[in-house]
């Protein structure tokens, strides 16, 4: 898809997440067990790989109204913290919440990324796979490994193909209608996308999650919960219950990924 569309349905279905979630953490994400799950894996790998948070720099691209800059910063107040977004209205929105040490701006990771600086830790939450091609995607993933300070670390929650076909398939076994499929704002990624990463000097590590820790929530969410409920019947409190009563991680069934790579020296 050329960027001229690609940009466009971007810009229509954030003005749309803009005007109508504003602040609140349910911006980009109505499912909050995913979004506080993604939260943790952002926070708890930190403090795995944080050596000296007042010397140390973060840049959230992609970074929406940045609910997760605000968490991250009632857990690392010296930790220094940029975020920057494509969209007016969500930079906007960020930069309201006038979080300290915080560096808001509006820009594009499909272009050079060297003004910005050098950072320990990039991340990005869904958002290389609001780029509508894998052109786009390429280039972000190489522009965001130039920033990396030598040592550094990119931690990333986006989706995969992989696990769609997995759940797709589980699906199609209980004679469940419907594919789970991207939205048209999204371009999931495949596991061989990662090899530019790789070519710019970067190495998978273990985080402090599996990167299929949402898998049983998924599980539950597309497969039980969709054989179970009956017409107008309501699902959060089976939802709530297989969440806690089954361990995350088993299988590969959610399309969110959670991973962690490290910079060679
Ligand atoms: C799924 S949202 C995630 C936002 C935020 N991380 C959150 O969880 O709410 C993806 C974000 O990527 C941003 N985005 C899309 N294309 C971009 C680009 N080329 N450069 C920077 N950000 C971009 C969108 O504006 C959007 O805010």
Same mark, same amino acid.
Not at 142 to 162: A, D, Q, R, V
């Given at each position: 898809?050329?960027?001229?569309?690609g %940009?466009?349905i971007?810009? *229509?279905?954030?003005?749309?997440?803009?005007?109508?979630?504003?602040?609140?953490?349910?911006?980009?994400?109505?499912?909050?067990y995913?979004? /506080?799950?993604?939260?943790s @894996?952002?926070?708890?790998?930190?403090?795995?790989?944080?050596?000296?948070?007042?010397?140390?720099?973060?840049?959230d691209i992609?970074?929406?109204?940045?609910?997760l800059?605000?968490?991250?910063?009632?857990?690392?107040?010296?930790?220094k913290?940029?975020?920057?977004?494509?969209?007016?209205?969500l930079?906007?929105?960020? &930069?309201?919440?006038?979080? %300290?040490?915080?560096?808001?701006?509006?820009?594009?990771?499909?272009?050079?990324?060297?003004?910005?600086?050098?950072?320990? @830790?990039?991340l990005?939450?869904?958002?290389?796979?609001?780029?509508?091609?894998?052109?786009?995607?390429?280039?972000?993933?190489?522009?965001?490994?130039?920033?990396?300070?030598?040592?550094?670390?990119?931690?990333?929650s986006?989706?995969? *193909?992989?696990?769609?076909? /997995?759940?797709?398939?589980?699906?199609?076994?209980?004679?469940?209608?419907?594919?789970? /499929?991207?939205?048209?704002h999204?371009?999931w990624?495949?596991? *061989?996308?990662?090899?530019?990463l790789?070519?710019?000097?970067?190495?998978?590590?273990?985080?402090?999650?599996k990167?299929?820790?949402?898998?049983?929530?998924f599980?539950i969410?597309?497969?039980?919960?969709?054989?179970?409920?009956?017409?107008g019947g309501?699902?959060?409190?089976?939802?709530? @219950?297989?969440?806690?009563?089954?361990?995350?991680?088993?299988? /590969?069934y959610?399309?969110?990924l959670?991973? &962690?790579?490290?910079k060679?020296?």
């Amino acid at each position: 898809m050329s960027s001229g569309i690609g %940009d466009q349905i971007i810009i *229509e279905h954030y003005n749309k997440v803009a005007e109508r979630f504003g602040l609140s953490p349910q911006s980009t994400l109505g499912d909050q067990y995913i979004r /506080n799950a993604e939260i943790s @894996f952002f926070i708890d790998t930190l403090k795995l790989l944080l050596k000296d948070e007042s010397s140390q720099s973060l840049f959230d691209i992609g970074c929406g109204n940045a609910h997760l800059l605000s968490c991250l910063r009632a857990l690392f107040p010296t930790l220094k913290l940029s975020g920057m977004d494509f969209h007016p209205e969500l930079v906007k929105l960020a &930069a309201s919440r006038e979080i %300290d040490n915080c560096t808001i701006s509006q820009g594009d990771m499909r272009k050079d990324l060297s003004s910005y600086g050098q950072f320990d @830790f990039v991340l990005t939450e869904r958002s290389v796979i609001n780029l509508l091609s894998i052109e786009e995607q390429y280039s972000a993933f190489t522009n965001i490994s130039k920033i990396i300070k030598p040592g550094g670390y990119y931690l990333f929650s986006e989706s995969f *193909e992989e696990p769609r076909a /997995n759940i797709n398939r589980a699906r199609k076994q209980m004679k469940l209608a419907q594919d789970v /499929n991207p939205s048209k704002h999204n371009l999931w990624l495949r596991e *061989e996308d990662l090899e530019v990463l790789k070519e710019n000097g970067l190495r998978e590590i273990e985080a402090a999650c599996k990167p299929n820790h949402l898998s049983t929530h998924f599980y539950i969410t597309r497969i039980l919960h969709s054989i179970a409920l009956p017409k107008g019947g309501e699902a959060s409190e089976f939802q709530n @219950f297989f969440n806690l009563a089954l361990p995350a991680a088993i299988g /590969n069934y959610s399309p969110i990924l959670f991973r &962690a790579f490290v910079k060679s020296k």
